[in-house]
């Protein structure tokens, strides 16, 4: 989790698109607002989270090399 700075006022008008947004958290409401400003698919935030299948250790493997891990 990260923190960023804002001005009061930045604040409050972000409070109150929160609110009538009925999102449950500034992120929320920020990442919606990103998405709709650039048209951002829904594939950029995690939309297939646990829609498809994990690699497996061999597929890991072959994806990442060894050249590519810390």
């Known amino acids: 989790m990260k923190t960023i700075a804002l001005k009061e006022n930045t604040f409050r008008i972000l409070g ?4 009538k ?3 449950s958290s500034f992120d929320e409401l920020i990442v919606e607002l ?7 698919p829904e594939s ?4 297939l989270k646990g829609k498809t299948k994990g690699f497996n250790s061999e597929e890991r493997e072959f994806l990442w090399k060894d050249e590519y891990r810390e």
Do not use: L, W
């Open 16 to 19: 109150e698109m929160k609110r």
């Open 21 to 23: 947004a009925k999102a």
């Open 34 to 40: 990103v998405k709709r400003k650039d048209n951002i």
């Open 44 to 47: 950029m935030f995690g939309s």
